[in-house]
């Protein structure tokens, strides 16, 4: 009776509440209104009601933000996943998605959708909330500078940068008097107009500069390193002279701008002398990642918001405010990073691709439908690109730079991407550029980001080193090549004893490197040393207790799985080891729903369908995505805390798997392990060469080596320490689902070279 008191007690608590409503509605429907109790309340049925309510709910303004932002999102992703498998920055994708979603695609051909996504009075909402992020995307710039490698590089990069600076604005205000002459705009100043072309000539993508310098593995070289020198420095003197130019065109003539000019003086000191102080004051205390209290996170906000708000006031743009607290923020890169975290994600996830449609939105491709205009954008274009990418690459020739660095230096800072399209758009606001005139300014800012990767690669492949250098650089190839590529230590480590595994007892002749590849976007380029300690460190001391030499590679990549294939391949590896990766979609209905679509859709997957004759609905994973490119063997541990391989359990499923005894000789040879090669299919009977060769190995090493057609009984296998296995023969005993899969050690699915 007492198991059932509470069931008893909700029963009764649930039926008297229910019975006290009921009498409380009927007493109130007495008190309607004789309207009511006339039937003059319309009544349209159950179901038109339903219909009214729920298209109502759909015209909604919240509804509309949030499906508009869903719908953002998605295209942003999309077009982001696009762009990096050909080998360009994400930031060209969001900007692509915001042209598509807006009145230059999806207006021209589905205007109905368009209007229902986008109606002109839900754009105001968009704008607000676009604003938000830029504001903290701002503020994220401004941190991510280290003015420390300015005060130490300062002299050269501050001669490169301000002379592309200065010589794309004089190139700009020339194109101007071209621009103000035959398509003068209505109501602007000349002052104002040139300055703003020349401004947005002048500008350069720090954020999309530093990615592409990670990406390609730059961080530590001279050229990196100045290149970041250049850009940052090139940020704050930009942002200064943009500043300026608000201040102008809002006051209309220079001398009534002199007053704000002074005022935003008087805002740069408080800052510099008196707010900076006082925050480096709370990092030091503060600082760290467990001291980063909400109190503390409050008091960072706040001097972001009241940054941005003088600046606005003041009348130079509340971006600037936002970008300047971030650069007084305290200096210790953990502090940045934990900062940094906690506002990163909503800033560039969900709030900076709404920037890029409202971008795009306002973007109107359409009005660009005479020729001459067209000419006009072209010119724009080779002004932009002669400006800065020769301006820059002089200026660092001038300063003693290789031609190769200075051509490299000028294709970088010729990258525009996300900045400009935030001055374009405050050019926009401010009336400066028309309608036409800033759809060619778009066009020219998506023109100069593409265009940085091709440039960075023709210089590299017409100052490439010449052969007799290059057979400097040749390795051994005799040696045993072995690749482990982990993304956590812990894998990364059972991956090294696997190896170890099939090397020990020659060191000599093998070659083990560790390779981990961290996302581009998850990795500021100040906290990439201590981000490349902290990956190996682990592994190395394990390396160090085993005897083993090891080899480490760093790379930083938007795509992580081509940089492994790509390291595999150019390395000559003969063997690439992964761990096995975990899908997000196990464990529920709709994520098995959503990794069913996403390998029918997936292009990779339609290609090796294709490629390979293979049915549409067969698995296809991650780690099979790599195996399909890789020309080496490629290994793929389900770890199990492997440590050893004393004992070891090789089923044979399939004709295919006789690639396997090269495995199985080095585990007998290098681990004196104990080899059970279980003919489950007795293929043995039919395949006459695998069998002499395990006969004659069985002669050779009689103790090491145990041929069998019974199955394995449950206490075998719990004696086990691995079980290799081919991956084709590995998929059909997983859709077999036999009894002894659950009793299995740690797992090596092997899949053979490619032919």
């Not at 020339?174 to 035959?182: K, T, V």
């Not at 795509?559 to 063997?575: M, R």
């Not at 780690?623 to 492997?642: C, E, H, P, R, T």
């Not at 798997?657 to 392990?673: G, V």
């Given at each position: 009776m007492r198991k059932y008191r509470n069931t008893i007690f909700y029963v009764v608590l649930i039926g008297t509440l229910l019975a006290v409503m009921y009498w409380v509605i009927r007493m109130g429907t007495q008190l309607e209104s004789p309207e009511l109790l006339r039937g003059e309340k319309t009544n349209n049925g159950a179901w038109k009601d339903f219909i009214t309510t729920l298209c109502d709910s759909l015209q909604h303004p919240l509804a509309i933000l949030l499906a508009q932002i869903v719908t953002i999102i998605i295209a942003a992703r999309i077009m982001g996943w696009i762009c990096i498998k050909i080998k360009q920055p994400v930031v060209i994708g969001e900007m692509l998605a915001g042209i598509i979603l807006g009145p230059s695609l999806l207006g021209i051909y589905f205007p109905a959708f368009s209007h229902m996504l986008f109606p002109i009075e839900s754009?105001?909402?968009?704008?607000?909330?676009?604003?938000?992020?830029?504001?903290?995307?701002?503020?994220?710039?401004?941190?991510?500078?280290?003015?420390?490698?300015?005060?130490?590089?300062?002299?050269?990069?501050?001669?490169?940068?301000?002379?592309?600076?200065?010589?794309?604005?004089?190139?700009?205000?020339?194109?101007?008097?071209?621009?103000?002459?035959?398509?003068p705009p209505k109501n602007v100043e000349f002052l104002s107009y040139s300055l703003f072309i020349g401004i947005s000539m002048s500008i350069t993508a720090f954020p999309v500069l530093a990615r592409i310098i990670q990406e390609r593995g730059l961080q530590k070289s001279k050229l990196?390193?100045?290149?970041?020198?250049?850009?940052?420095?090139?940020?704050?003197?930009?942002?200064?002279?943009?500043?300026?130019?608000?201040?102008?065109?809002?006051?209309?003539?220079?001398?009534?701008?002199?007053?704000?000019?002074?005022?935003?003086?008087?805002?740069?000191?408080?800052?510099?002398?008196?707010?900076?102080?006082?925050?480096?004051?709370?990092?030091?205390?503060k600082g760290s990642k467990e001291a980063l209290s909400k109190p503390v996170v409050a008091i960072f906000f706040i001097v972001l918001l009241l940054s941005s708000y003088a600046t606005e006031v003041i009348g130079i743009h509340a971006l600037f405010g936002a970008f300047m607290a971030g650069a007084i923020m305290p200096e210790g890169s953990r502090f940045r990073t934990a900062f940094i975290e906690k506002i990163e994600d909503v800033a560039t996830l969900l709030l900076l691709p709404l920037f890029f449609v409202y971008t795009g939105l306002r973007t109107q491709i359409g009005l660009l439908n005479d020729p001459n205009l067209w000419m006009i954008t072209v010119g724009i274009i080779l002004v932009a690109v002669i400006g800065k990418f020769m301006g820059s690459t002089l200026a660092a020739r001038f300063v003693g730079q290789s031609w190769k660095d200075s051509l490299s230096i000028g294709a970088l800072m010729n990258t525009r991407g996300l900045m400009e399209l935030i001055v374009l758009n405050i050019g926009y606001d401010l009336g400066v550029l028309s309608a036409e005139l800033f759809s060619m300014m778009v066009v020219m800012a998506l023109v100069t980001t593409f265009m940085t990767g091709p440039s960075l690669d023709l210089i590299n492949f017409l100052y490439r080193p010449r052969k007799t250098l290059m057979r400097e650089d040749l390795q051994d190839k005799s040696k045993f090549k072995i690749l482990l590529s982990f993304a956590k230590s812990n894998t990364g480590i059972s991956l090294l004893y696997l190896a170890n595994a099939i090397t020990l007892k020659s060191k000599k002749n093998a070659e083990i490197t560790a390779l981990h590849i961290e996302p581009s976007n998850e990795l500021h380029h100040y906290e990439v040393e201590t981000q490349e300690l902290d990956s190996f460190r682990e592994i190395k001391q394990v390396a160090q207790q085993l005897d083993q030499p090891i080899k480490t590679v760093f790379k930083i990549s938007s795509?992580?799985?081509?940089?492994?294939?790509?390291?595999?391949?150019?390395?000559?590896?003969?063997?690439?080891?992964?761990?096995?990766?975990?899908?997000?979609?196990?464990?529920?209905?709709?994520?098995?729903?959503?990794?069913?679509?996403?390998?029918?859709?997936?292009?990779?997957?339609?290609?090796?369908?294709?490629?390979?004759?293979?049915?549409?609905?067969?698995?296809?994973?991650?780690?099979?995505?790599?195996?399909?490119?890789?020309?080496?063997?490629?290994?793929?541990?389900?770890?199990?805390?492997?440590?050893?391989?004393?004992?070891?359990?090789?089923?044979?499923?399939?004709?295919?798997?006789?690639?396997?005894?090269?495995?199985?000789?080095?585990?007998?040879?290098?681990?004196?392990?104990?080899?059970?090669?279980?003919?489950?299919?007795?293929?043995?009977?039919?395949?006459?060469?695998?069998?002499?060769?395990?006969?004659?190995?069985?002669?050779?090493?009689?103790?090491?080596?145990?041929?069998?057609?019974?199955?394995?009984?449950?206490?075998?296998?719990?004696?086990?320490?691995?079980?290799?296995?081919?991956?084709?023969?590995?998929?059909?005993?997983?859709?077999?689902?036999?009894?002894?899969?659950?009793?299995t050690p740690s797992t090596l699915l092997m899949a053979d070279r490619k032919p």
């Open positions: 754009l105001s909402n968009l704008q607000f909330l676009s604003q938000i992020g830029l504001i903290l995307f701002m503020f994220i710039i401004g941190m991510e500078l280290d003015l420390n490698v300015l005060r130490n590089k300062a002299h050269d990069a501050v001669v490169i940068s301000h002379a592309s600076i200065v010589i794309p604005f004089t190139l700009g205000i020339s194109l101007a008097y071209f621009l103000y002459l035959f398509h990196g390193a100045m290149a970041i020198t250049c850009a940052a420095a090139d940020d704050i003197t930009a942002w200064c002279i943009l500043a300026v130019v608000i201040a102008i065109v809002k006051a209309g003539d220079f001398a009534s701008a002199l007053y704000t000019i002074g005022l935003a003086i008087g805002y740069l000191f408080v800052m510099i002398k008196i707010i900076r102080p006082f925050l480096k004051r709370v990092g030091e205390v795509d992580i799985d081509s940089g492994i294939v790509q390291t595999s391949n150019e390395g000559d590896h003969d063997l690439l080891l992964l761990g096995v990766s975990e899908s997000i979609y196990e464990g529920s209905l709709l994520g098995r729903f959503l990794d069913f679509t996403t390998r029918i859709i997936n292009p990779e997957k339609l290609f090796h369908t294709v490629t390979n004759a293979e049915s549409p609905f067969t698995t296809f994973d991650r780690n099979q995505q790599i195996n399909a490119k890789v020309s080496a063997m490629v290994g793929v541990l389900i770890d199990k805390n492997f440590v050893k391989a004393r004992r070891v359990t090789v089923p044979i499923v399939l004709e295919n798997d006789e690639f396997l005894y090269e495995m199985i000789q080095r585990f007998i040879h290098h681990s004196d392990a104990q080899v059970i090669v279980w003919d489950a299919n007795q293929v043995l009977r039919t395949n006459a060469g695998f069998k002499e060769k395990l006969r004659q190995l069985e002669q050779l090493v009689p103790n090491h080596l145990t041929i069998t057609e019974k199955g394995l009984d449950s206490d075998t296998w719990q004696e086990q320490d691995l079980m290799l296995i081919s991956l084709p023969s590995w998929n059909k005993m997983i859709n077999k689902k036999v009894h002894w899969l659950s009793a």
